[in-house]
């Protein structure tokens, strides 16, 4: 199966296994190119700069796959640039970025011949990262788990599909083979698929978020913008409920305080990812969980490779159904 995504990155199915804050390792980077997709993994998973290294100096020596990072590129994220020149030095294939401006990433990646996709919720960001040389976006939908865009992805993969010349991979709500197939039939190149990869056995998170990424549904995911000042999907869990989506009255006076937002907002970052962290790894009652409605379609603990082979099985049973409908 071809399609410009697969073209470009040589993998046998256009899926790019997500990036997942604290959620993706190296055993799902390795799992993910065995299964006949790309893993993309975001650098912010390593503390420093050397166990970066170590990790992509890992997926490297096991898997022959093309190898993603993910790279958060404003001032949220103080050691991009560091970041990035190590992704160059250790062979990164491509580069994911969201937030701030690709610009240098794309710059730095034309010595590489590294790729180079941008996270885009609207045309108008779509187009510049065109303009400043990108290879591709990835279109995030009002249905992604994580921060997720406004526009569904009916609207956006054509609207983007139309305005731009370069390659759309489809972001968010995909949890079946039918997902990818509508898709595709809606002019992506690709898909990229997270929170179906959460409840894995080589995901390194507790055992107690996998299993409430199997027993929540759809209807159980929320926004909340108390990680992050900006919305992100979290499972609706009784502490997820009992603390409330919304910032407190202390909280928003300072997110909209003209001289303290800056400060604000680097708190608000820095505590939300130490709850997100203690929720994903230690024994806890503050459960807070990020996922998307995708996971709906989790019913059981599958390795990755299982969740890839179900997601192809059911995506050539739905072509097969469409060609039938459709006679
Ligand atoms: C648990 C979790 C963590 C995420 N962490 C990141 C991240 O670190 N960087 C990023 O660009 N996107 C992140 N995302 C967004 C995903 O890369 C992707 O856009 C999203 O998972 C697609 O929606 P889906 O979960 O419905 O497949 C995260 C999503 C989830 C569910």
Not at 17 to 43: D, H, K, Q, R, Y
């Amino acid at each position: 199966m071809k399609t410009a995504l697969s073209t470009l990155l040589n993998i046998e199915f256009p899926v790019i296994m997500a990036p997942m804050f604290l959620v993706t390792n190296v055993e799902m980077m390795v799992a993910a190119g065995e299964s006949g997709i790309t893993g993309c993994i975001p650098a912010l998973n390593y503390r420093t700069i050397e166990d970066l290294k170590v990790a992509l100096r890992e997926i490297k020596d096991r898997s022959k796959a093309p190898l993603g990072v993910n790279l958060i590129v404003n001032k949220s994220n103080i050691h991009w640039k560091k970041q990035l020149h190590q992704c160059l030095d250790s062979g990164v294939d491509y580069f994911l970025t969201s937030l701030g401006s690709p610009e240098e990433v794309i710059r730095e990646s034309r010595k590489t011949g590294a790729k180079v996709f941008c996270d885009v919720v609207d045309v108008k960001y779509a187009r510049k990262v065109e303009d400043l040389g990108a290879d591709g976006v990835v279109a995030v939908n009002s249905g992604a788990g994580g921060h997720r865009g406004e526009i569904p992805a009916t609207v956006l993969v054509p609207l983007l599909k139309s305005k731009c010349k370069i390659p759309v991979i489809a972001a968010g709500g995909v949890g079946t083979g039918s997902g990818i197939l509508s898709m595709l039939a809606l002019g992506a190149d690709g898909v990229s698929i997270g929170s179906p990869y959460i409840p894995t056995h080589e995901s390194g998170v507790n055992t107690e978020y996998k299993q409430a990424c199997i027993q929540y549904g759809a209807e159980d995911i929320v926004a909340t913008n108390k990680i992050s000042g900006t919305p992100c999907t979290v499972i609706n869990t009784p502490y997820m409920k009992k603390i409330g989506t919304d910032q407190n009255a202390v909280e928003v006076f300072l997110n909209h305080n003209r001289k303290l937002k800056k400060y604000a907002k680097m708190l608000t970052a820095y505590r939300g990812m130490k709850m997100l962290e203690k929720a994903a790894f230690s024994a806890t009652y503050n459960t807070i969980w990020v996922a998307g409605s995708s996971i709906e379609f989790s019913h059981e603990m599958l390795s990755v490779k299982q969740v890839t082979e179900k997601l192809k099985t059911e995506f050539h049973e739905a072509h097969k159904a469409l060609i039938t409908t459709l006679g």
